[in-house]
């Protein structure tokens, strides 16, 4: 007779291509007053969650996850928190759209037409999203962002693969160092992953090596969380493509949700793009996300600004993984 020590299940979804493995039940109770509190605790106690949801041979190296929770504001409906290869993010853009299809689709929510509301506390703040219902199908998800600035302008470091780097390290709900693509002679194209890759993670830990983050108003969010690497755009119909190197040299699929917002927030910062200007941001793999400034804001002394973001969710399935007692990887493992 087989044993289980763990049953837990998910729901997977993708977000133009990149996958979000939501886990719905069997979460044990997490302490904390906060999301940043409960997130804290959990990487502390019970990170074999995270490792036997994301490693393989339950995931993969590029897999990427959620955790709903009961919320910690009076706003919120749901508290979220993100997982990954390496741990844990601040807020996910990808990831706010696949729940808000999800919630919507299956009627984890109470639903309105045209559109139905969903508020989430996440550790980069509160993220309200609006999902578009007919009564039948959840369709497009839109989502407010916290402010999005640029903390640093025009750093330039220096990598072995590619010598000197130049870009600004932006906030759009994470910390990440934008940077062209055309620098290294490169372009966002899945060809081109490999060296892609290598330039997100080279870029990555020099930023680190020689800038201390410090978010002006909560510490909790003060790490590098990747490399954004825009270029022209790989397909008819977008303004930019972009990828995303994030974590142990994850590659984002989407075209990454705070990623899309701190990029709108660069450039209109930067007077290139004006406030209800759509931008359109295409990913690695050909999907899309919308992008629009709604207004101009400060973050302590940084000028920032609001976003909204727009993308699709798609449902894959639903899945119920158990854990022999006998299983002799019940933490899994991570292999490139």
Same mark, same amino acid.
């Given at each position: ?20 493995r ?13 999301i ?12 074999d ?7 393989e041979?339950?995931?993969?190296a ?5 955790y709903?929770?009961?919320?910690? +504001?009076?706003?919120a ?7 990954h ?6 807020m ?6 696949a ?13 309105t037409?045209?559109t ?9 703040g ?5 999902v ?7 369709g497009?998800v839109?989502?407010?962002n ?15 693969s ?13 910390f ?16 081109q ?11 990555k ?12 108003l909560?510490?909790?969010l003060?790490?590098l ?16 493509s972009?990828v995303?190197?994030f ?10 949700? +705070? ?11 930067r ?8 931008l359109i941001?295409g ?11 709604t207004?101009?804001?400060?973050v302590?002394?940084l ?10 969710a ?12 006998s ?10």
């Amino acid at each position: 007779m087989l044993s289980y020590v763990r049953t837990i299940q998910t729901i997977d979804a993708h977000t133009g291509g990149e996958p979000l493995r939501i886990m719905v039940s069997g979460m044990p109770p997490v302490p904390g007053n906060t999301i940043l509190d409960k997130r804290a605790w959990l990487k502390a106690n019970r990170d074999d969650l995270r490792q036997f949801l994301m490693n393989e041979p339950r995931g993969h190296a590029d897999m990427y996850g959620a955790y709903l929770l009961p919320p910690t +504001t009076p706003d919120a409906d749901f508290g979220v928190i993100f997982i990954h290869n390496e741990g844990y993010s601040d807020m996910c853009g990808h990831g706010i759209i696949a729940l808000g299809k999800v919630l919507v689709e299956m009627g984890y929510v109470e639903r309105t037409v045209p559109t139905t509301r969903i508020g989430f506390d996440a550790p980069a703040g509160f993220i309200e999203a609006h999902v578009e219902w007919d009564g039948k199908r959840a369709g497009k998800v839109t989502f407010k962002n916290v402010p999005s600035f640029i903390y640093m302008r025009d750093l330039e470091v220096d990598t072995p693969s590619f010598g000197k780097i130049v870009g600004d390290i932006v906030f759009g709900g994470a910390f990440y160092y934008y940077v062209n693509a055309g620098q290294a002679k490169l372009m966002i194209a899945p060809e081109q992953v490999r060296s892609l890759i290598q330039l997100g993670a080279e870029t990555k830990a020099a930023v680190k090596e020689n800038v201390r983050i410090r978010h002006p108003l909560e510490p909790g969010l003060n790490q590098l969380y990747g490399t954004i690497i825009d270029g022209a755009p790989n397909r008819a119909g977008v303004d930019q493509s972009n990828v995303c190197i994030f974590a142990d040299r994850e590659v984002d699929r989407s075209p990454t949700g +705070t990623g899309t917002s701190g990029r709108a927030a660069q450039l209109f910062l930067r007077g290139k793009l004006a406030i209800g200007q759509p931008l359109i941001n295409g990913s690695i793999v050909g999907s899309s996300f919308e992008v629009r400034v709604t207004d101009s804001v400060k973050v302590g002394d940084l000028d920032a600004a609001l976003t909204e973001v727009t993308g699709t969710a798609h449902i894959m399935g639903t899945n119920q993984w158990v854990l022999e007692d006998s299983d002799p990887f019940p933490t899994g493992f991570f292999l490139r």
